[in-house]
Structures are given as C-alpha cells and as structure tokens.
C-alpha cells in the first residue's frame, strides 16, 4: 500500500474509531450495528496507536530539552502554581514537584496512548 492510500485509510479508520468511542455503547454493539468487522476495527486501532507512539517519540527526541528546577520551600509556595507545564499535542500536564516519578511515568504513557 502506498504512502497516500496508507494516510487516507488511517484517517477514514480514525474517524470509525472516534465515532465508535464517542458512541456510548459497547464497541462489540456498536461494529454490529454499523457493519464493520471486528478483527479490521481491532487492526487498525492498533496501527492508529502505534503510529501516535512513534509520532510522539519522534518528536519528543527531536524537541525535548531538560532544565533542572530549584525545589521550592513548600511554605513559600502558596498559590498552588506548577513548577513544570508539558504539553504533548492538546494536552497540557502541570507537574508539581510533589508528583512521585511512579505517577509520573504512568500519566505520560496515558497522555502518549490518548
């Protein structure tokens, strides 16, 4: 498949997927209902999460820069303001430095998998 049907199909099986998810029925119901095929639903929602991974990492290599912040004294910070924003597409993460690195490494592979 080319580079051209290949895009094409990712974005018609994007919008069945949305549409599918949006829908507030179960998945299963919902591909009966609107005859699509279960394994093809399942393939190519796997290949549209696969390509939002690589597409994220690709960029995150290429962009990210790390700057270390000064721990601020708890008493001194009252007006609960993050000490780091991150933002992935159209998703903003304010991280405090309470945030134990556990929660963090599970919110970012939600946020790459969203």
Not at 11 to 32: L, V, Y
């Amino acid at each position: 498949m080319d580079k051209i049907s290949h895009e094409m199909r990712l974005a018609q099986w994007t919008s069945i997927i949305r549409e599918c998810n949006n829908s507030g029925m179960p998945k299963k119901s919902w591909m009966e209902i609107n005859n699509i095929n279960e394994k093809q639903f399942y393939y190519w929602q796997r290949r549209i999460r696969l390509e939002a991974v690589q597409d994220l990492q690709s960029s995150l290599s290429s962009n990210t820069t790390f700057v270390e912040l000064p721990a601020p004294v708890a008493a001194c910070k009252q007006d609960n303001q993050p000490d780091a924003v991150l933002r992935i597409g159209n998703n903003t993460l304010e991280i405090h430095n309470s945030l134990t690195p556990i929660l963090l490494k599970t919110i970012l592979q939600v946020m790459i998998h969203a």
